[in-house]
């Protein structure tokens, strides 16, 4: 059910931690979930995000909303990206969508994040499926700060999009960080 109390993402400003990763022989993949592995590690994350499984996924879960963060398997030299998603079902509130993704990647470019919205018909049956793209990166040069604010972007912008498409189901919330609880 939607909350109107502080509901903040997952885990951590890492100010105890270096913004970046600098390992010139670790992949994107490590990296990311590395940075996963910290953040739970710092103390109980609001929203947990499980660290990456074999196929370098993790499904988590915000406000009711399912997203799935991808990191494909590449090596460390090789330019990477990263990718989360989130799906809705059919809607004809959906139609005018577009003008908002771009407006929100424009923002995404003001702001400096190398990241890019896209929300299309679903691949896997009826429905839309709304997602971000990073900028490719090597693994050795992964930016948390960047990680950290495309997720929290994402995130902020997918319960507006909900919020849009579904106005019997109304999400409340303040800004979405990568927060622990109680810090």
């Not at 590690?41 to 988590?60: A, K, Y």
Request: proline share 4%; charged share 20%.
């Amino acid at each position: 059910p939607a909350s109107s109390n502080n509901n903040h993402f997952s885990n951590s400003n890492t100010s105890s931690h270096s913004n970046n990763i600098n390992h010139s022989n670790i992949s994107l993949r490590e990296a990311v979930d590395t940075f996963l592995k910290e953040l739970s590690s710092m103390g109980t994350p609001t929203i947990p995000i499980p660290r990456l499984d074999e196929m370098g996924t993790s499904d988590f879960h915000y406000l009711g909303i399912e997203f799935q963060l991808e990191v494909p398997d590449h090596g460390p030299q090789d330019p990477q990206s990263f990718h989360v998603r989130t799906t809705y079902d059919h809607s004809k509130r959906a139609a005018g969508i577009s003008v908002r993704i771009l407006e929100w990647n424009k923002a995404l470019q003001d702001i400096g994040v190398g990241a890019k919205l896209t929300f299309r018909n679903s691949s896997k049956g009826p429905g839309f499926t709304f997602s971000l793209s990073s900028r490719e990166m090597e693994g050795g040069k992964f930016s948390r700060r960047e990680f950290r604010h495309c997720l929290e972007y994402f995130v902020e912008m997918s319960i507006k999009l909900h919020n849009i498409i579904f106005l019997n189901d109304v999400k409340r919330f303040e800004k979405v960080r990568l927060t622990v609880v109680g810090s």
